[in-house]
């Protein structure tokens, strides 16, 4: 069966600061996706990025970057410099071959102080 | 344009009464997801489907949950003799065939 970790609960950082959130994941499957959403206070999650697990190129989009390594499972998500308007929670999650459901972390609450 | 919409926004209800809860999908998109969140977790997989049936519903958590999708686009989440536990924030998403999955803002049921 497949899980996925979010081991931290709550990070607090000011502004400008570079932030990393962790995600580590669990599957048999050796093929299978790998997702990045964001929840902001409004509560409707909006989707970051989708990883292919053939893909383990780093990505950069903007301030966001993501950073894919299967040797460790982990899928870990940096925000650089990062601004009042990113606090959020952020969700990690996994869906594997054939099966479309998303499977997700419990969520990092990420505040940001001016 | 037009993003996932569910109605309704919020729903009480008492424990034992019947609730239906509706997602409107984005124009197009074939495939229809329905989640459960509870405070402080990751949205929870109940139901997908693709066209008109349910490929998957591995996640509803007992026959007192069902969803329907009668014309392949409006979908129905109907969750009988209601009790305490299934108070939520139920998640509708949708996406194309094989891409991202687009959530809607939610239904927050709350059962007395």
């Known amino acids: 069966a497949q899980k996925v970790t979010q081991a931290q609960t709550e990070i607090s950082v000011v502004e400008k600061e570079d932030v990393t959130l962790d995600c580590v994941y669990e599957?048999?499957?050796?093929?299978?996706?790998l997702f990045w959403y964001k929840q902001p206070p409004s509560g409707e999650l909006v989707f970051l990025i989708r990883r292919n697990s053939f893909d383990e190129q780093n990505e950069i989009s903007g301030r966001y970057s993501w950073n894919f390594q299967k040797s460790t499972s982990s899928f870990n998500f940096t925000i650089t410099a990062s601004q009042v308007v990113d606090s959020a929670v952020y969700f990690c999650a996994l869906s594997e071959t054939g099966r479309r459901a998303l499977t997700f972390g419990s969520g990092t609450r990420l505040q940001v102080q001016p | 344009g037009a993003g996932v919409s569910q109605t309704p926004s919020n729903k009480v209800t008492e424990k034992g009464k019947y609730v239906e809860l509706r997602c409107d999908p984005i124009?197009?998109?074939?495939?229809l997801y329905w989640y459960r969140q509870s405070l402080g977790q990751g949205p929870e997989f109940l139901i997908y489907f693709q066209g008109t049936g349910a490929a998957d519903d591995s996640g509803l958590p007992n026959d007192r949950f069902f969803a329907v999708r009668p014309e392949g686009s409006v979908s129905t989440l109907k969750i009988q003799r209601t009790e305490r536990g299934d108070s939520a924030m139920y998640l509708c998403?949708?996406?194309?065939?094989?891409?991202?999955?687009?959530f809607g803002p939610g239904t927050r049921l709350t059962v007395l």
């Open positions: 124009s197009g998109h074939t495939a």
């Open positions: 599957t048999r499957d050796t093929t299978y996706y």
């Open positions: 998403a949708s996406s194309p065939q094989g891409g991202e999955q687009f």
